[in-house]
């Protein structure tokens, strides 16, 4: 049962323009929704995360908006840059702090 | 500050063999939790230690185990290899655990032959 999803395996976007990472979750008890990016032969980096009171967070180039009501989070990256390209896992958590990670999306930036 | 470092990089175990990976967390955390990492499977959450206690367990089999030692140090075992245990281990830690505090450690490459 994955409670976390990201259903687009994989995304390519022109440098420069915005790229948009998609993640639903089906655990209405996940009050704090995290987005890690991975590198190959590299640990996941925290990248921003998000509490359900808000609906917004920003930081620098990245925006994670969240729709409580359709379960639904996303990661905006704006201006995309080459150096971005790289797996980005959505994850949430719960009461007991366990983080319940998505399968990847791997965003590919074209320069 | 040093990172969370894992022990060993890489290894190649036999079918049935038992393994035995390390992890070492930022100095102050008391947190450790592992993750495996398949292709296609994302990162599954298998347990995680806090002052030498386990604290949350993953779907995993019994042939997963886990121990933290005092200093926070922590060590995951798998037993009875199996050719789908095959994959990237990772260990991350935290002061407190989760709450975007995480921090990972580059993972170790486990491959069953």
């Known amino acids: 049962d994955q409670q976390v999803k990201q259903n687009s395996p994989s995304l390519s976007v022109q440098e420069g323009r915005i790229s948009i990472l998609n993640c639903d979750y089906t655990n209405s008890m996940f009050d704090y929704f995290l987005w890690y990016k991975k590198y190959p032969a590299e640990g996941p980096t925290f990248l921003i995360s998000?509490?359900?009171?808000?609906d917004k967070n920003e930081d620098g180039r990245f925006t994670v908006f969240l729709n409580k009501s359709a379960k639904h989070l996303s990661l905006h990256i704006v201006p995309s840059q080459p150096g971005d390209s790289a797996v980005y896992f959505c994850a949430a958590s719960g009461a007991t702090n366990k983080l319940i990670f998505g399968t990847g999306t791997l965003l590919a930036v074209q320069p | 500050k040093a990172g969370v470092t894992q022990t060993p990089r890489y290894l190649i175990k036999t079918r049935g063999q038992q393994v035995t990976l390390s992890c070492s967390p930022i100095s102050g955390h008391r947190s450790v939790s592992w993750y495996q990492q398949t292709p296609g499977q994302g990162l599954q959450f298998l347990f995680e230690?806090?002052?030498?206690?386990?604290?949350n367990k993953g779907n995993f089999p019994g042939r997963f185990s886990g121990r933290q030692f005092s200093n926070s140090r922590s060590e995951m075992n798998v037993s009875t290899l199996e050719l789908g245990d095959s994959a990237l281990y990772l260990c991350a830690s935290s002061s407190a655990g989760g709450r975007g505090g995480y921090t990972f450690g580059s993972g170790t490459r486990l491959t069953v032959v």
């Open positions: 998000i509490s359900s009171i808000k």
């Open positions: 230690y806090f002052s030498e206690t386990q604290r």
